[in-house]
T-cell receptor
Framework: GQNIDQPTEMTATEGAIVQINCTYQTSGFNGLFWYQQHAGEAPTFLSYNVLDGLEEKGRFSSFLSRSKGYSYLLLKELQMKDSASYLCAVVDSNYQLIWGAGTKLIIKP | DTAVSQTPKYLVTQMGNDKSIKCEQNLGHDTMYWYKQDSKKFLKIMFSYNNKELIINETVPNRFSPKSPDKAHLNLHINSLELGDSAVYFC??????????????FGPGTRLTVL
């Protein structure tokens, strides 16, 4: 079966750095997305990785290792507004998007 | 301008009723989707339409039927509502299928409560 694993919840301090991990086992791979979802709102796109390595976009970076079936989202200089759920999603060989259950990130002052 | 819009935002109804949720996108995208997000916050794909053709139909009950009058609209009709249908339903759209760098843009969601 297809499976995406993320921690259910993480806590971090304002101004710090946090890394949210995602491991996946899917039938084929055509890319991995990270989305952010604030409580009561719609998911919004953060990043897309299809090649191995690190993609940096401001305070957020996303890393991919296809051989390990592993990705992480790195958030630097955390702000209170970063409190949200972070969803990992993988595009499988049929171009279907397989979603993880999301990681709820709590930022404390 | 709203990119992906859904109506209504909240829907409260009785078991056994039939209801519809409307979705419109003004991004000129080719593909639209319906997702169900339950209380555990897990996003589950229900349907997607590409150029008015159904290309994904997950194992959802046939009480749920998507209807796409044109490529900018994908409505969701639900017959004989059940308690377990209570969830937030998100509409989304993307350019092309979910392949190379086709991020999905989500609507604000419709919170359905079945009593």
């Amino acid at each position: 079966g297809q499976n995406i694993d993320q921690p259910t919840e993480m806590t971090a301090t304002e101004g710090a750095i946090v890394q949210i991990n995602c491991t996946y086992q899917t039938s084929g791979f055509n890319g991995l997305f990270w989305y952010q979802q604030h409580a009561g709102e719609a998911p919004t796109f953060l990043s897309y990785n299809v090649l191995d390595g690190l993609e940096e976009k401001g305070r957020f970076s996303s890393f991919l290792s296809r051989s390990k079936g592993y990705s992480y989202l790195l958030l630097k200089e955390l702000q209170m507004k970063d409190s949200a759920s972070y969803l990992c999603a993988v595009v499988d060989s049929n171009y279907q998007l397989i979603w993880g259950a999301g990681t709820k990130l709590i930022i404390k002052p | 301008d709203t990119a992906v819009s859904q109506t209504p935002k909240y829907l409260v109804t009785q078991m056994g009723n039939d209801k519809s949720i409307k979705c419109e996108q003004n991004l000129g995208h080719d593909t639209m989707y319906w997702y169900k997000q339950d209380s555990k916050k897990f996003l589950k794909i229900m349907f997607s339409y590409n150029n008015k053709e159904l290309i994904i139909n997950e194992t959802v009950p046939n009480r749920f039927s998507p209807k796409s009058p044109d490529k900018a609209h994908l409505n969701l009709h639900i017959n004989s509502l059940e308690l377990g249908d209570s969830a937030v339903y998100f509409c989304a759209s993307s350019q092309g299928v979910s392949g190379a760098y086709n991020e999905q843009f989500f609507g604000p969601g419709t919170r359905l409560t079945v009593l």
